[in-house]
T-cell receptor, first 112, second 115 residues
Framework: ELKVEQNPLFLSMQEGKNYTIYCNYS?????LYWYRQDPGKSLESLFV?????AVKQEGRLMASLDTKARLSTLHITAAVHDLSATYFC????????????FGKGTKLSVKP | ETGVTQSPTHLIKTRGQQVTLRCSSQ?????VSWYQQALGQGPQFIFQ???????GRGNFPPRFSGLQFPNYSSELNVNALELDDSALYLC??????????????FGPGTRLTVT
């Protein structure tokens, strides 16, 4: 059974600081996703990582994937209040259009 | 290009009742997946439909059932509602098959409350 673990689950940051969220998964998968969710809202796709060593950046967020270590990271640079949200990683399971197995999420709060 | 839509937005039901949730997939997509997200948790996979056939199921009891229609819209039906069924139900639309992509696009969700 594929398990996805995120840490930390809660993260309180000051504006301007850097931090990294970690996502470990237990079995081989061919893609990894990062989503953002604001309170009471749906999931917004941030990144899809498809291969070992993949790195993608959008604004202050950068995601990377190490398939050998079964680890993905979401790095936040110079955090701003607008980044406050819950961030989920999810791993594809079961083939080309398999289902997604999600971590429990990291609730990020960026304070002035 | 229309995005993924879901209806209703909110729903309150009583324990033991039945509920139907609806999802319209993004234009051109033939696959719909349903997820349940309990408060404070990550979404959990319920099942997936590809070209009107069930194409995978998560660890949910048979009282959770679904349909996909020829236009690729989908329904999630839950019978004999229990208090623990209270959650946000998300559908995700994608393009399956050999020409499929990797993205799953999520709808806004239906918030179900069971009292």
């Amino acid at each position: 059974e594929l398990k996805v673990e995120q840490n930390p689950l809660f993260l309180s940051m000051q504006e301007g600081k850097n931090y990294t969220i970690y996502c470990n998964y237990s079995t081989t998968s061919d893609r990894l996703y990062w989503y953002r969710q604001d309170p009471g809202k749906s999931l917004e796709s941030l990144f899809v990582l498809l291969s070992n060593g993949a790195v993608k950046q959008e604004g202050r967020l950068m995601a990377s994937l190490d398939t050998k270590a079964r680890l993905s990271t979401l790095h936040i640079t110079a955090a701003v209040h607008d980044l406050s949200a819950t961030y989920f990683c999810a791993v594809n399971y079961g083939g080309s259009q398999g289902n997604l197995i999600f971590g429990k999420g990291t609730k990020l709060s960026v304070k002035p | 290009e229309t995005g993924v839509t879901q209806s209703p937005t909110h729903l309150i039901k009583t324990r033991g009742q039945q509920v139907t949730l609806r999802c319209s997939s993004q234009s051109g997509h033939n696959t719909v997946s349903w997820y349940q997200q309990a408060l404070g948790q990550g979404p959990q996979f319920i099942f997936q439909y590809y070209r009107e056939e069930e194409n995978g199921r998560g660890n949910f009891p048979p009282r959770f059932s679904g349909l996909q229609f020829p236009n690729y819209s989908s329904e999630l039906n839950v019978n004999a509602l229990e208090l623990d069924d209270s959650a946000l139900y998300l559908c995700a639309s994608s393009l399956g098959g050999t020409s499929g992509g990797y993205e799953q696009y999520f709808g806004p969700g239906t918030r179900l409350t069971v009292t």
